[in-house]
């Protein structure tokens, strides 16, 4: 195997246990690559839960809003904040209670895609989750389209 | 730092050396992320070239139209295969002498965008790298406009 390749975090945010397939969604939601290094695991083993995809980025504090997405892409994500080569923090994400201006509504008839309202959706479930807008009551369903 | 997050390449491929920046393209050319462990650097630190991307691919082997693909994106891109965990060959991938139906020719008057032949260029320099398109002599610039 040659080395040294895995570029050792010291300050930054580990993504971790996203499923299989969303990181390039991650990436996007967080807006990467940008400045500074990032690693990202396709796929790889996952002692928990079999398979994983993982991100790694150093020098990113991640906001609510990112969050909040980041939450969206599967139950089991967790964010862990890295400070001086250890981790500092750890937290496990959860979809809050209400989400507004985060996903649109598919309903072609909602009155959030006629008129400059931010979409809301509710948190009705949240294992399985189920999401359900504030204004038609259609239920959203994965993969959710977020708003940039 | 948690841990075990880097899952360590027993049988696969190293597309190592890659220009920052490249590392999306790389995974189109190859198709990833398909079956298997794919984990991505970006913009990590290389001991040789200051920063570089990385991809790193569990059982895949490289077809000659992808090592062109991937000698385009870069002068100093290498190829490393894993055998049992330890590098069994390791090659500098070098752009052809002559490209055929790799890239796109951009000159919209050339005969290869508007009749069914396959795009050729020639290799007339290769550092830094010079390609000629074989019908309008038109030089191709980067980014190359691959032939998917």
């Known amino acids: 195997m040659p080395s040294p390749h895995d570029f050792k975090l010291q300050d930054g945010t580990v993504v971790d246990h996203l499923p299989v397939g969303t990181a390039a969604r991650a990436l996007a939601i967080l807006g990467l690559p940008r ?9 790889v083993p996952s002692t928990r839960y079999g398979h994983k995809d993982i991100i790694r980025v150093e020098h990113l504090e991640l906001r609510k809003s990112e969050t909040d997405r980041l939450a969206l892409l599967g ?3 967790t964010v ?28 072609p008839t909602c009155i959030t895609n006629h008129e400059r309202i931010s979409p809301v959706f509710d948190r009705v479930a949240a294992s399985p989750l189920q999401l359900r807008c504030a204004y038609c009551e259609r239920f959203g369903s994965e993969p959710f389209p977020f708003i940039a």
């Open 35 to 43: 400045e500074g290094p990032v690693t990202v695991g396709m796929n």
């Open 75 to 77: 139950p089991h994500v």
């Open 80 to 107: 862990a904040i890295v400070k001086g080569g250890r981790v500092a923090d750890k937290l496990r994400l959860e979809v809050p209670e209400r989400l507004v201006g985060v996903i649109r509504c598919t309903n």
